[in-house]
Each structure stands twice: as C-alpha cells, then as structure tokens.
T-cell receptor, first 115, second 111 residues
Framework: DADVTQTPRNRITKTGKRIMLECSQT?????MYWYRQDPGLGLRLIYY???????NKGEISDGYSVSRQAQAKFSLSLESAIPNQTALYFC??????????????FGDGTRLSIL | DQQVKQNSPSLSVQEGRISILNCDYT??????FLWYKKYPAEGPTFLIS?????DKNEDGRFTVFLNKSAKHLSLHIVPSQPGDSAVYFC??????????FGAGTTVTVRA
C-alpha cells in the first residue's frame, strides 16, 4: 500500500464547480504539503501544514483552501474551479522528528482538468 | 521569479555513460538541496540530498556536487541505465523547510 494516497487520481470537471482533492498518509508524519505541477514550471507550493492546528499559505494559494482533518489527512479544495487550475496536484509529507531538513515524500498525484 | 533553475529541459545519454544534470539557485538562504526522480503517472521520488556544509554526497551510482560560491549544484549518474530514464527535479529549502523546485530535466538513456 502507498504511504501517501491521493484521491481521486483523475478528475474532469466544469468551470465554477467545487472540487475537493484528498490526501491521506500512513507515515505518521506531522508535516503535509500541497503542490501543483505545470509544464515548464516544476512544482509550486499551494499550502502546507506543520501540525493539525497549523495551516500556512504557500507560493500560489489564491483560489484554493485546505483542511487538516487529522494528522493523517490533508484536503485541498477549489471553491469555484477555473480552467487555469488545470494541473497535476501532489500531496507530500515530511517528518520533523528526525531533526533539521528532511526529504518530502510524495503521493502519485491527481490529474485535474477543468473545462 | 523562480529561485531554482534547471536550464536544460532534456538530456540524452548512452547507456553506460555518465549523465550530468545541472541546477542553479538564486536564494543564498538555501541550505538543503535535493534531487527527485519522477516517472510518468507517479509522484516524485527522493533520490539524494546535500546539506550546505558539504560539497559532495554520494549514494551508489548517484553523486551530488554543491558549489555554494557559484550557487550551483549538479547530479552525476554513473553508469547510466535504461531505468534512469525519467524527469529529474532539483529542489532547495531554507530554514522554513519549504521546497522550491526547478522545472525539471527529462533524461533519456539510449541502449
């Protein structure tokens, strides 16, 4: 089983619809992140959470919101989807208990298309 | 403005030869650097990292070199194998643990 699971893996929807992307992890990590990937731009940080009560905006948070329901769950919402939010979305986790900087571990992504 | 840049979108190399991927950064506060590998329909997978207190880190066929004065790092893969064909992302973070990514380099290993 995957350590970081994203659902759905693919979604096609229409402009103006509300969309929720879900992420769950079994790694026991406190830190969770949401990124989007666009061609030629790499991954960009949308939101991140260092524990259940901590939510922070990333580089490109406009048009998105998040919810950290539990240590293991971090959801990303698009309240009113628009076509330029078409992208590949990744959830990631990291473990601060090992000290200092640690690599982030990624899910397999959600491909979202907004028509 | 992108703080981490990978100026080569693609690289083709013959099996058994060395692959060299390059990455430049602009933020002098970055102190931790990573390389990720990504296959189609999968998430990025951590490959190797280096702290700013070092200038080289090696793990099997993969070696990362860091030149802080030039704000440049590189990944060497020796020897290159067909399974190394993937997109490689360079990433960096500062004290805040947030990662900034480059745009990626697609590596194709030819038989």
């Amino acid at each position: 089983d995957a350590d970081v699971t994203q659902t759905p893996r693919n979604r096609i929807t229409k402009t103006g619809k509300r969309i929720m992307l879900e992420c769950s992890q079994t790694k026991g990590h406190d830190r969770m992140y949401w990124y989007r990937q666009d061609p030629g731009l790499g991954l960009r940080l949308i939101y991140y959470s260092f524990d259940v009560k901590d939510i922070n905006k990333g580089e490109i948070s406009d048009g998105y919101s998040v919810s950290r329901q539990a240590q293991a769950k971090f959801s990303l919402s698009l309240e009113s989807a628009i076509p330029n939010q078409t992208a590949l979305y990744f959830c990631a986790t990291s473990d601060p208990s090992a000290g200092g900087n640690q690599p982030q571990h990624f899910g397999d992504g959600t491909r979202l298309s907004i028509l | 403005d992108q703080q981490v840049k990978q100026n080569s979108p693609s690289l083709s190399v013959q099996e058994g030869r060395i692959s060299i991927l390059n990455c430049d950064y602009t933020n002098s506060m970055f102190d931790y650097f990573l390389w990720y590998k990504k296959y189609p329909a999968e998430g990025p997978t951590f490959l190797i990292s280096i702290s700013s207190i070092k200038d080289k880190n090696e793990d099997g066929r993969f070696t990362v070199f860091l030149n802080k004065s030039a704000k440049h790092l590189s990944l060497h893969i020796v020897p290159s194998q067909p399974g190394d064909s993937a997109v490689y992302f360079c990433a960096a973070s500062a004290y805040d643990y947030k990662l900034s990514f480059g745009a990626g380099t697609t590596v194709t290993v030819r038989a």
